[in-house]
């Protein structure tokens, strides 16, 4: 269980391209009639060690890719969930890979692409599942009121311009947001961490920053020359923000029903 829970979190970084005394998380993804002009789906034709492994958007948000993927992570990722937070299924939802191509009507923003993939599971694998609210360990992310730190936001750019460009030389990481909502970096950052990340700050619309950190272990036990702080001290001093651990209700998917896919 441990080694697969390890897989699935190594996945997620891969393709990594929602209380005050009783904080509620509400998901930031609605699902919606929005589909695929076109979609493929078949066995994937890579091996598990290809770079391009993962999945992400392309040709300027037009399309969205999964390569050598399973079907747990996908769906993780289209939710914006942790791994622990999709409930249920088949094995062969960890163990089959598959290549993923789902083109959009035009350009979309990454909320808007990953509907569509939600979509997707609902129709080629006859997905059938429903949300519930589990209490769990989280982080809370707020604004720290003893920081002088504050976000500049940014609405002169489109939605579909989200890029989150990832410098990782573990344990030291760099990420350069763009056009960034809250909710979309709780969730990058909450795969980072043990827990999933309730979005507390109030902030809406999109924000450009720069955010460096180092992990609290670092592999092989030895730290490197340059460290960056770590992430609870980077937030309030880079960003202005907090993560406080706490219990809370967060969002959990459970899979009633699902089938593999039928391909074209």
């Not at 056009?179 to 902030?203: E, V, Y």
């Amino acid at each position: 269980m441990l080694l697969r829970l390890t897989i699935l979190i190594s996945l997620a970084c891969v393709l990594l391209e929602s209380l005050a005394a009783q904080p509620t998380a509400v998901s930031p993804i609605t699902l919606s009639a929005r589909t695929f002009e076109v979609a493929t789906i078949r066995p994937t034709q890579y091996s598990l060690n290809t770079a391009d492994c993962g999945l992400r958007p392309a040709q300027g948000n037009l399309l969205y890719v999964a390569k050598c993927t399973s079907a747990r992570p996908i769906l993780f990722t289209s939710y914006w969930l942790k791994p622990t937070q999709v409930i249920g299924g088949p094995d062969w939802l960890d163990t089959e890979r598959w290549d993923v191509i789902g083109q959009a009507p035009e350009s979309s923003a990454i909320d808007e692409l990953h509907i569509m993939m939600q979509n997707l599971f609902v129709e080629r694998f006859k997905l059938k599942s429903h949300h519930e609210q589990r209490e769990m360990p989280v982080y809370v992310l707020s604004f720290d009121p003893k920081s002088a730190k504050t976000l500049s936001r940014d609405d002169t750019k489109n939605a579909s311009d989200v890029v989150m460009e990832q410098s990782d030389e573990r344990p030291n990481h760099k990420w350069n947001a763009r056009s960034a909502p809250m909710d979309f970096f709780a969730w990058r950052l909450s795969m980072w961490l043990d827990r999933p990340i309730i979005n507390q700050t109030g902030l809406e619309g999109s924000y450009d920053f720069s955010f460096a950190f180092s992990d609290d272990v670092p592999l092989g036990g030895q730290l490197p020359a340059a460290r960056y702080e770590r992430v609870f001290d980077a937030l309030r001093e880079q960003l202005g923000l907090r993560l406080d651990a706490r219990k809370a209700h967060a969002d959990v998917l459970v899979i009633d029903h699902i089938e593999h896919p039928t391909e074209n």
